[in-house]
């Protein structure tokens, strides 16, 4: 690896430089990170005061009780959203560490307008 490409790695984790919300929690739902997008994203809620906050607070029904089921069993949850003309993709999936379930990450990012579609 090139020193360059070291010293950036070495700088922080890379979900901080990450043009996506990025926020984990743990099996019992806590909130143990939050990117610097999500922070931002979260401002209002908390931002970094969030972590080590319950992740299932946060959330009205049905949301909370999806949640819930996802931190029962390793399963995915991803769908688009839209609100104040703003699209996003809201991506749900188990944090694995090898073949243990950890909690669950996701991932939240603004889409284009005109999102093309290609078919392959």
Known sequence: MLQKETEFINQGCWSDF??????????????VYVNEKAAKQFEKYGGKKLLGKDLLDCHPEPSRSRLKQ????????????EKDGLRKMIVQKP????????GV???????????PLFQR
């Open 18 to 31: 990450f043009n996506a919300s990025v926020t984990i929690c743990d099996r019992d739902g806590i909130i």
């Open 70 to 81: 996802m931190l029962i069993e390793p399963i995915e949850n991803i769908y688009t959203t």
């Open 95 to 102: 944090w694995m560490d090898r073949e243990t379930f950890m």
């Open 105 to 115: 990450v996701e991932f939240s990012f603004e889409l284009p307008a005109n999102l």
